[in-house]
């Protein structure tokens, strides 16, 4: 009892982390209705820039978490301003052709600024380990679930209730009409790119000190986040969190209870199973067009 | 500030004249690759020997360079392993008397493979069509290594592996010669030394790349014969960012210990995994984590680990009497000064590349061809950072177990401990 306990218990760390870099999906997508290819990397620059920041420049973590956070959302804001907005054609594959190109343009960019090294940093700590006599709960894995629930309350809060969040999705849906209702665009397409950049960073630095950071992990991180996203319901804030906790659980336990060789195989499996048989994810709108 | 320096040496190279500077524009060729990290020229006058290499008069061949290439893994995940080799390669050179290999110059090139196998094939190719080496150290890797191998026998350049797969050398193909312990040497080792202290219930756990499967499956094919009950077998993907749930199966099973079989970093996840679980078992891992790039990694979940190892870590606790004593000491003071740090396993295999060359060059007269140093490398005879070395043409590591020695982390360094 204890064991499956535990062995879900990471599976929720490890969901956590995929339901964050999910919802950095679902932020550009409501805004933008772009599928952006360089989340991961957004989520890989948080955990390079914070690790580096720490065990190279030796600055405290106090200050190289909120420099980091900053620093990537810039980055995050540039990839709108330098790459979406510049697009001559914004056709679907354009436009993710783009975010693949500054997925590359951040990879080397990382290598470049970081360096090629494996690093990890130090725990965030302050929220003690929790440990019963059979159960263990890492502090960081608290502050990673603790991360997930503030995100997902407060974008949910966003997009639901607050002008800002309702303007967002106006744009999305129909750029002319908001344009004419007053609303820029622009604004809001720079605006999204740039939290989803920050949720990204968070989220990095949140894995930096558990898992490794590298300049080359982008690619895990944004394939799996983004099978997160599609299980949970594209564009959905509720479906990215519980499609990556999902994902992390269905993970765990089949590293934990069948071969762990195959738990990738496995979860993904799952994941075209559930497909199936919901097309469009769990809490995802079917699209119906009247013709 | 060191890119645009490149890039503007790069754009005088195109400007200038091919056949005038054959030194720069190689250099600059390699930059072009990204790849190149350092072309060394260390000869008495290396233009003029460039030049006269391209121009290949035989009255010159007495003066021709012994060109070493290495390609190694200097930067990303595997840079660990890399990074000290091309260090230890520069110190065991320049120890040489005169700073020349049995009597002639030498020239060394250096690439980054980045650990990526498609990189290091790539690599190695450059270095025969374009550098024309005699012999290349490395790749670091296994999973580079077993790439090359049929690179290398296709080319007819020796290489000498810096991998501890077994496969590199078993089948025998002519070129492919390694340095590190085998991964067979190195699990015959740990289960003796299992054996010898009562820890017959075994858990294994290893990572899906080369290094982890290969070491992974000779585990299982010999864990009965030595007496060793394998009660666990997980895996784990080389990127992965938790471990928790195999070692939960693994505890349940109650093993007297685990074996861990996998590149850095994924040791430093797991033993991280089970400090937070509080999970308490000996862990044994292979030479490929005895680094101290691991111990800080891993910080105080790495303290009691135990590790198979090289005596280069600590070579000044060999007996007076033990042939590897004297080259080992030298090298480690010598990289000691230079960098600061003590040399580690990975540093200590180019010494042992170094005197390999070295006494084959010696066995040879006249001028020196990749053919001939691979008939003189496949007898040599040499005691250096990892024991005494007895090649024969059906065995091209010539290594035994007595080569290995068991380490542990006490108080985040590694430690000799009786095995």
């Known amino acids: 009892m204890t064991q499956l306990l535990q062995t879900l218990l990471s599976g929720l760390t490890t969901g956590a982390i995929y339901g964050l870099i999910a919802l950095g999906f679902t932020i550009v997508f409501n805004a933008t209705k772009v599928t952006n290819f360089a989340n991961g990397d957004f989520v890989m620059m948080g955990g390079v820039v914070c690790a580096g920041l720490v065990t190279l420049a030796h600055w405290p973590l106090l200050l190289a978490v909120p420099a980091t956070i900053v620093g990537v959302t810039a980055l995050g804001a540039a990839l709108d301003v330098f790459g979406i907005q510049r697009a001559r054609r ?13 997925s590359v343009l951040y990879r080397g960019l990382m290598q470049v600024l970081v360096g090629r090294d494996v690093m990890f940093a130090p725990s965030f700590g302050i929220i003690p380990d ?36 309702k303007a967002m999705r106006a744009a999305s849906q129909s750029p002319r009409a908001a344009a004419l209702c007053g609303i820029d665009p622009r604004l809001m397409s720079i605006a999204s790119f740039a939290m989803a950049a920050a949720v990204g960073a968070i989220a990095g630095a949140l894995i930096a000190p558990i898992g490794a950071a590298f300049y080359d992990y982008g ?21 990215a969190v519980v499609g990556g906790l999902l994902l992390g659980l269905m993970e765990s336990i089949s590293a934990g209870y069948l071969a762990s060789a195959y738990k990738d195989a496995v979860a993904l499996a799952i994941l075209l199973g559930l497909l199936l048989v919901w ?13 | 500030m060191q890119v645009i320096r490149r890039l503007k040496r790069l754009a005088d190279g195109w400007k200038r004249p091919i056949a005038s500077d054959a030194v720069q524009i190689e250099d600059d060729r390699a930059f072009l690759g990204n790849s190149m990290m350092l072309v060394q020229v260390r000869h008495a006058a290396g233009v003029a020997a460039a030049a006269a290499l391209l121009l290949a008069l035989p009255a010159q061949a007495e003066e021709e360079p012994i060109k070493i290439g290495a390609v190694l893994a200097l930067t990303g995940p595997a840079g660990v392993y890399g990074a000290p080799a091309a260090q230890g390669l ?5 120890d040489l008397p005169g700073k020349l290999v049995a009597g002639r110059p030498y020239k060394l090139t250096i690439y980054d493979s980045e650990g990526n196998s498609t990189k290091a094939v790539q690599l190695f190719r450059r270095l025969v069509d374009s550098n024309g080496v005699d012999v290349i150290v490395g790749p670091s890797t296994s999973g580079e290594s077993l790439s090359v191998v049929p690179v290398a026998n296709q080319l007819k350049v020796s290489m000498l592996s810096g991998g501890g797969s077994e496969k590199i050398t078993n089948p ?11 991964d067979r040497l190195m699990v015959e080792f740990l289960l003796g030394v299992l054996k010898k202290r009562g820890l017959n219930r075994v858990a294994l756990i290893f990572s899906m790349d080369g290094f982890g499967q290969s070491g992974g ?52 996840i797991l033993l991280k995994n089970a400090a937070e679980i509080g999970y308490k078992v000996p862990v044994f891992l292979s030479t490929a984590n005895a680094l101290a790039s691991f111990t800080k990694q891993t910080g105080p979940a790495a303290e009691g680990v135990y590790a198979s190892a090289l005596p280069i870590i600590n070579p000044a606790s060999l007996p007076d009497s033990d042939p590897r004593k004297a080259p080992s000491v ?90």
């Open chain 2, 217 to 268: 499956t000779i585990v299982q094919e010999l864990a009965a014969a030595a007496g060793i009950e394998l009660v666990a077998t997980e895996t784990f993907s080389p990127q992965d960012t938790s471990m928790t749930p195999q070692l939960i199966r693994i505890r349940e099973k109650n093993p007297d210990a685990v074996i861990a079989w996998a590149p850095n970093p994924g040791p430093s």
């Open chain 2, 330 to 419: 030298k090298f480690a003071d010598a990289y000691q000064a230079r960098y600061g740090v003590p040399p580690d396993q990975t540093s200590g295999l180019t010494l042992d590349a170094v005197l390999i060359i070295e006494a084959a060059a010696k066995a040879i007269t006249g001028p020196i061809t990749p053919d001939k140093l691979r008939a003189a490398i496949e007898t040599v005879r040499i005691c250096g950072a990892d024991g005494c070395r007895v090649g024969t043409p059906s065995d091209h590591r010539g290594l035994t177990k007595d080569s290995l020695v068991l380490m542990q982390v006490q108080n985040g360094q590694w430690t000799t401990v009786q095995p």
């Open chain 1, 219 to 239: 690619l895990v991180f944004g394939l799996k986040g983004f099978a997160a996203a599609v299980l949970g319901g594209f564009g959905s804030p509720v479906g």
């Open chain 1, 90 to 102: 914004k056709t679907v594959l354009s436009l993710a052709m783009i975010t693949i190109g500054f």
């Open chain 1, 130 to 165: 929790i440990r019963t006599a059979e159960l263990y709960v890492g502090s960081q894995s608290l502050w990673i679930l603790l991360a997930l629930g503030l995100i997902s309350g407060g974008l949910s809060y966003l997009f639901l209730k607050t002008r800002l969040g």
């Open chain 2, 90 to 94: 520069r110190v065991a050179l320049d």
């Open chain 2, 172 to 182: 025998v193909t002519p070129y492919a010669f390694a340095l590190a312990p085998t």
């Open chain 1, 279 to 291: 097309p469009s994810g769990l809490f995802g709108r079917v699209e119906a067009r009247r013709v």
